[in-house]
């Protein structure tokens, strides 16, 4: 397990964010709140696919008069996110929501924004408060001339952060003057270059827990590298307690992409098996890509969190076999198939399929009987 730094710990629901609580995965729905039995669907579906926490839009009062139903019907802590409205946060914390967002910027009364701060104060209830890129200089011709006067060079993203931290002090001493210490932050970037050194230079300034994210990350064909590049580094480094990837896309991508973020760190323990397999090279003597594609599909079914490896020749094949539950390394018309480091069969290609996801699905089958006994030892 990587260490992280050790911040302050609030409470979402159910959910621990912070202190040595594991990073909370987060994402957001795409439909409206107010059509309620869509967005309990959603939730649900999210909530199945891994995400601890999820947060809904309310730009209106029919939004927050949907929270109720929403709130009794989902499995996950849910967040509100608020921003030019201060009633809808108040509608929201009166509704029971577990956490509210909000950009104390967008609320041009401080008189409204120390109100919010006191029903969440009363109720228990955590507030992120976020600063985004562009939402940093208020206006737009400003912040097009410094960019093309700098080419979006360092000294440009040195002078972001400058103004993003400075930002985001003047709305913590607002929630310092009113007592309130139950807050998340935020900081996004479309840049990553700029989320990296954001986050790192509040890490070293503030103990409160990071939601880390890239805004506006685009499709996920583009927008998991830039995530990924970002949210990597600074949890490799001890730095984040929650995350959220951002797509252009079905919210379901950022939960899945989140999952094997944090499972490939060993920030979180795989719910379903881990499919290695090598690239494509010359050596390869059977339709290695159909395979791989093929057992992807299938182990799905599979419900514990096994290695499985598919590898097509003989130079990699034996040691990545070693190394996983299950492997297979294929070549001339024909598979071997190695379970925890052992050769069990030799099958041919047209039954190395079936093969391997047998040795799988015994191997799972024994793992879970394992588990069991364990359980019923330490009772």
Do not use: W
Not at 247 to 264: F, K
């Amino acid at each position: 397990m990587l260490p992280r730094k050790r911040t302050r710990q609030v409470t979402v629901g159910t959910v621990k964010i912070g202190g040595q609580a594991p990073v909370v995965l987060q994402t957001m729905t795409s439909g409206h709140t107010h059509e309620v039995d869509r967005c309990i669907a959603e939730v649900r579906k999210l909530a199945e696919a891994g995400a601890d926490l999820v947060r809904v839009a309310v730009p209106e009062k029919k939004d927050t008069a949907a929270l109720p139903p929403l709130l009794a019907a989902s499995p996950v802590p849910i967040v509100a996110d608020v921003h030019f409205h201060f009633e809808r946060a108040l509608e929201a914390v009166e509704a029971g929501v577990h956490k509210i967002r909000l950009n104390p910027g967008n609320i041009q009364d401080r008189v409204k924004v120390d109100r919010v701060i006191a029903a969440c104060k009363e109720r228990g209830i955590p507030i992120r408060v976020g600063v985004n890129e562009g939402g940093i200089v208020e206006r737009r011709d400003q912040r097009l001339r410094a960019a093309e006067k700098a080419s979006l060079s360092r000294d440009y993203t040195g002078n972001l952060i400058r103004l993003m931290l400075d930002k985001l002090a003047a709305y913590l001493r607002i929630f310092d003057e009113n007592d309130f210490h139950d807050v998340v932050i935020s900081a996004k970037s479309i840049d990553p270059r700029v989320v990296i050194d954001m986050y790192t230079a509040i890490s070293a300034r503030y103990d409160y827990p990071l939601h880390l994210g890239v805004t506006h990350a685009g499709p996920p064909e583009t927008g998991r590298i830039r995530s990924i590049a970002a949210l990597g580094t600074l949890l490799a480094n001890g730095i984040g307690d929650t995350i959220r990837i951002s797509y252009a896309a079905d919210p379901i991508h950022e939960v899945e992409d989140g999952q094997e973020l944090l499972c490939s760190l060993g920030l979180r323990r795989r719910r379903g098996p881990e499919l290695i397999a090598c690239p494509g090279c010359g050596r390869i003597q059977v339709d290695l890509f159909k395979l791989v594609t093929d057992v992807r599909r299938q182990l799905a079914e599979i419900d514990v969190p096994i290695k499985v490896a598919v590898m097509g020749c003989l130079v990699n094949g034996p040691g990545e076999c070693e190394g996983a539950d299950v492997a297979i390394f294929a070549g001339a018309g024909k598979g071997v198939i190695y379970v925890r480091g052992e050769q069990k069969q030799v099958v041919s290609e047209d039954r190395m399929l079936e093969a391997l996801l047998a040795e799988c699905r015994e191997f799972a089958e024994s793992v879970k009987r394992s588990e069991a006994q364990l359980e019923s030892a330490s009772r």
